[in-house]
């Protein structure tokens, strides 16, 4: 018999009410909804709604159901549709009328929203540690390779000479806001539904502060309707979680890359790595390719939940059990990337020789040959002509920059003296770079002294 099935005058079809039912997926809110329940017992009883007998049955009935849960010793009656409705249930058949009494003042519409956020707030924590622990590991692994010299690219094309140490400062900046983003949606989970009822309130006289002091609430939804039938901090995680998984991706992206043999800038730990059931020689960067490949999972996860609440009218629609299957997999999916991905990071070896001899090939250090000429008095625009023509002469040469004498280039411009060689090096192309955020020795130590602070 269901708790709502007093207006009907027969059962729900079988299949219908399996297909309609949410408890195989929202079981995973018990803590929350016992929580939640406790708050709410506790608040009648201080206004007088409920006797202090019946919240104090009812708080022990169901801290009992919590540790039954928990040990794995319950088992939901068949046809039970939520994870609400189940817990309920249980407590009514283990203290009687007390139990029947807990719903009051209260809608499951109000009992969700707060369910999930509670979920929400706690799972957003949970991921911003995760995200502080690869931040950190980030750092460290960027401190020890302030002077390891790599390729800068751009449009996958050697562009500058880089230190490793700073390539990975990029990726630490951009965990930083998804740190951030996570901090700024948690503050909007944390208002209180509950109290709020079905859509418009209720006409008991409850004190809703208390509750949100008892749930650790910092505010209260301050609109019945909106509380219940909004889940845009719910939207919010999952579109965090978007951009994060974003993030890993392109990060993921470039050590496939980099474990290559045309780079071999890293190579991943076996405990990180997979081989081939037919090629004995492969080393596979799998969980990269995995982590590369979930993001699509969570884009999904994103777009599923937009497209759910896109056309939905004021108030609660039963559409809205489809906001869990996305939520629950988009945190699942982040958290579980981000801890392989910090320990794949943590235990990869680095190639430093490939890194160094790569930073000498691709006319790096072209700009700062221009630039050379500059500081000789030559206008830019007339130094990056000169300096292209000598480019495309050593392309014809099969020789590098560094390689023509002095006298060959001065048949491109008589300024040119000695002291351009040890311009030019590699090591010298980087440390010039000395403006606030560049790569050069001395900024990219700031950088790291103000991530440690």
Not at 121 to 147: G, N, P, Q, W
Not at 289 to 306: N, P, S
Not at 331 to 344: D, G, N, R
Not at 406 to 411: F, I, K, W
Request: with cysteine; aromatic share 8%; hydrophobic share 40%.
């Amino acid at each position: 018999m269901k708790l709502w099935n007093g207006r009907f005058d027969k059962e729900i079809s079988g299949f219908a009410d399996e297909w309609a039912a949410s408890l195989s997926f929202d079981h995973v809110l018990y803590r929350e909804d016992i929580h939640g329940s406790i708050a709410h017992s506790k608040m009648l009883a201080k206004q007088g709604i409920l006797t202090e007998s019946d919240a104090q049955q009812i708080e022990s009935g169901l801290l009992e159901i919590l540790t039954e849960i928990e040990a794995g010793k319950v088992v939901f009656p068949e046809g039970t549709e939520d994870i609400h409705m189940g817990v309920e249930a249980l407590l009514t058949e283990k203290i009687g009328e007390a139990g029947k009494r807990l719903h009051t003042a209260r809608s499951r519409n109000d009992q969700v929203a707060t369910d999930i956020r509670l979920f929400v707030k706690e799972e957003t924590l949970r991921t911003i540690e995760l995200l502080k622990l690869l931040r950190d590991t980030l750092l460290a692994l960027a401190e020890s390779h302030v002077l390891t010299i790599m390729p800068g690219y751009t449009h996958l094309q050697h562009a500058q000479p880089v230190s490793f140490g700073f390539h990975l400062m990029a990726y630490y900046q951009m965990f930083g806001r998804d740190t951030e983003r996570f901090w700024s949606s948690y503050s909007r989970a944390d208002s209180l539904p509950l109290g709020s009822g079905a859509l418009a309130g209720t006409s008991y006289d409850t004190d809703r502060a208390y509750v949100a002091d008892e749930l650790e609430f910092t505010a209260l939804c301050a609109n019945a309707m909106d509380a219940v039938s909004d889940r845009d901090f719910l939207i919010e995680y999952i579109s965090n979680a978007s951009i994060a998984m974003m993030h890993l991706s392109r990060f993921c992206e470039e050590l496939i890359l980099w474990s290559s043999s045309e780079f071999s800038f890293v190579e991943m730990d076996d405990a990180y790595s997979t081989g081939s059931s037919i090629m004995p020689q492969k080393k596979n960067p799998d969980m990269a390719e995995l982590i590369r490949g979930k993001t699509g999972r969570v884009y999904g996860d994103l777009m599923a939940i937009l497209t759910v609440m896109k056309g939905l009218p004021l108030a609660y629609n039963k559409d809205m059990q489809e906001d869990k299957m996305p939520l629950f997999d988009a945190i699942e999916t982040l958290k579980s990337s981000l801890i392989v991905f910090t320990e794949m990071i943590a235990t990869m070896s680095v190639n430093t020789d490939s890194m160094a001899d790569a930073a000498k090939q691709g006319f790096m250090n072209a700009t700062d040959a221009a630039d050379y000429l500059v500081r000789k008095g030559v206008p830019f625009r007339s130094s990056h002509e000169i300096i292209g023509k000598i480019v495309r002469a050593c392309i014809e040469k099969n020789c590098a920059i560094e390689d023509l004498t002095l006298e060959e280039l001065h048949t491109f411009s008589e300024k040119f003296e000695m002291d351009l060689f040890d311009f030019i090096t590699p090591e010298a192309c980087m440390n010039a770079k000395i403006s606030e955020g560049g790569t050069s020795e001395h900024r990219l130590r700031e950088q790291i002294a103000r991530a440690k602070k």
